[in-house]
């Protein structure tokens, strides 16, 4: 087993509560082909014990066996404020499959339930499902999701849905949530085993130096700085950045009420739950510099085995100042990208933020907006651009193409080879709420149809793919704010 502790509260043994009477909802064929699952002409696995396995109704497939799932202890600071334990409460660990660990969420009550009915609904389930999958697509950092199992069992939320179980897959299910939990605990031992853990199987790179706990904190916090750099250049909120849900991997995980930005608003909320909007989408750099500063007290206690706690607090504190300019770094060369720039300017920090201030301005869309820039020419009188048409402040757009057309003549490559770099990193295709809205209401009557169609679009976000031109377009104005609550 992967999970690195054993023992006290560390995790409970617990098997996944059976869901009634499953079936498919969706599944991802070409994940399940990766893990070396055999598929029928459908797509899904040949093996029906697969659906029981990923419904929480059996422990082992022909192949597979995963003998002792668990749920584990962490804990966490939630909008800000100390939690206190948490725990995987509705999320149980069945083992590892390929590089991977194999997660069932919705699985059940476990310890660490404390109020909740250890179940998810198939809304959170499919957008999940789906999100995870875009964004791996989209190439940044994330867990997989490799199916979704429904049921008619009730569940009450605000009104009465159904469940479903998300099957989630990563290399390492560890949080920011459990280094917090053994610090609060004073539980060095633990702490030093996560670390060790750590250091022997996700960041060997770190065991060499001087200080491999310094080193490990250090590349935790500079993966995240480039994991929300890279959100951001994909127009992606979170929703509920709180410590518990902080991967240390550096990966985007606990996808719940998230969301693809359609307009460009600098301070977008996708979460209609946080009032403050204390993750906003122009917040969420900051917040995870603030969830690395409660990753640093969570390792602190390692540091005071070997100096005094002022100079333990010191070195996580320098190694953490180094999280802004990783962070704008990261966020430069993704911006650069976009725009297709593939030399470094002095200027291009001011160049990219006043586009975004202009888009902001504007309303824009956001993905449209970028992917249109691969039509622009250097050379050629970009008014008839359809890009110049999306901005309602003509005149500002102008000032500012004609600063973008003097930087591309300080290029060396040619057009045709921006213009396809454009088209390889600003996709076509995201998980647009809207598009997720309507799988949902599909699959609440039982057609799953368009779950898996949009599975297919979405993992392939660059390319044309002609014959779904229609799922490119932004929300009709009437759908472009659908509200999400945390509910789950
Ligand atoms: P989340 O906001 O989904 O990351 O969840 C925060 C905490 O609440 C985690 O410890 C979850 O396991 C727990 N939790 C959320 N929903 C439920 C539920 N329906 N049943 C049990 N625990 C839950
Ligand atoms: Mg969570």
Redesign the pocket.
Known sequence: MAFPLQGGDTYQSIAPTPLPEPYWVGFSSTLGRELGIALNEDGLPVDPLWLSVLSGNALATKKHTFSNPIATAYSGHQFGIWAGQ??????ILLGDIGPYEIQLKGSGITR???M?????VLRSSIREFLGSEAMYALGVPTSRALAVTGSKKPVMRETLETAAVCTRLAPSFLRVGHFEHYAAARQTEYLKQLADYLLNIHYQECQDGEDPYLSLFAAISRRSAELVAHWQSVGFCHG?L?S??ISILGLTI?Y?PFGMMDRFQMDHICNHSDSQGRYAYHRQPQIMHWNMACLAGGMLPLFEMKYSTEDAQQKLQTALEHFPNQYREAWLQRFRAKLGLQEDHVNDFTLIENLLQLMHQNRVDFTTTFRLFAQIQSQANYQSNPLRDYFIDRPAFDGWMQSYIDRLKLEKQSDLNRQNAILSTNPKFILRNYLAQRAIELAQQDDFSEVQKLLHILEDPFAEQLEYQAYAAPPPKELEDIALSCS?
């Open positions: 948490l725990g995987d409460g509705r999320a660490y339930s404390r909740g009915d250890g179940r998810a509920v709180n518990d849900n606990d719940g789950s």
